[in-house]
């Protein structure tokens, strides 16, 4: 994927996402579920960017054996998204730390809107995450961005991805549950658009709340 490290405008608003890429990922459709919900959203994350006085950039990294960064800094107009392959355990805590050096040297005295962060999960960690995330948390951005996390199936430790969380929304946002492709695409839709939106727009949009997933599910969505 291409990465792009333009300069950083002062009202820009980051969408970073933090996505296991670990190989329980693999079954169920999970992983082909996350790169098309991640691929439809991106016209409406263009939607949002037009009410912005600058422009929405995305970052992405992945976490499976060790983390990596899938895209730096691209601004949404020219982001397309490839495909994950999962492959290995679940390095979590080194995701936060990898972030959380690019926030201390990318981001140091850089303005912009409240930027927000999407953790989404299958499974646990296999390494040190609260060490990670103290890291995370140390930095200026760390601190001051809208979290969201999405479970992704019955297996994801929800206490986790409470911690990375913390007291976004005034400790009132809990983690979302995704029980299957349906709502995984619904969740992924509106943390990447509702919560930007809301970032941009504080006084208009307020805090957004969780979306009620459709009760019509299709006969082959099976859950997780």
Do not use: C
């Not at 082909?32 to 006085?53: K, S």
């Not at 303005?111 to 960690?125: E, N």
């Not at 297996?155 to 983690?175: C, H, N, S, Y």
């Amino acid at each position: 994927m291409t990465e792009n490290y333009g300069k950083m405008g002062a009202r820009d608003l980051h969408l970073f996402f933090l996505i296991d890429a670990s190989d329980s990922m693999k079954y169920g459709g999970k992983i082909e579920t996350l790169n098309n919900a991640v691929r439809e959203a991106i016209p409406h994350i263009r939607d949002v960017a037009r009410d912005a006085e600058g422009t929405i950039r995305v970052h992405a990294l992945t976490f499976s054996t060790g983390a990596r960064w899938l895209v730096n800094n691209v601004d949404i107009k020219h982001f397309t998204w490839e495909n994950i392959q999962p492959k290995g355990v679940t390095d979590m805590g080194r995701s936060f730390e990898l972030l959380a050096d690019q926030l201390t040297t990318e981001f140091e005295n850089i303005r912009g809107y409240q930027p927000v962060m999407i953790l989404l999960s299958d499974g646990l960690p296999t390494d040190d995450y609260e060490k990670g995330l103290e890291k995370l948390m140390d930095t200026t951005w760390g601190k001051k961005a809208i979290r969201i996390a999405i479970a992704i199936g019955q297996e994801a430790d929800m206490d986790v991805l409470q911690a990375f969380i913390g007291d976004t929304f005034r400790g009132e946002l809990k983690p979302l549950q995704a029980k299957n492709a349906s709502e995984l695409k619904q969740y992924i839709r509106w943390a990447s658009t509702a919560v930007s939106n809301a970032s941009i727009n504080p006084v208009k949009a307020a805090v957004p709340m969780p979306p009620t997933v459709d009760a019509a599910v299709d006969m082959d969505d099976l859950d997780w």
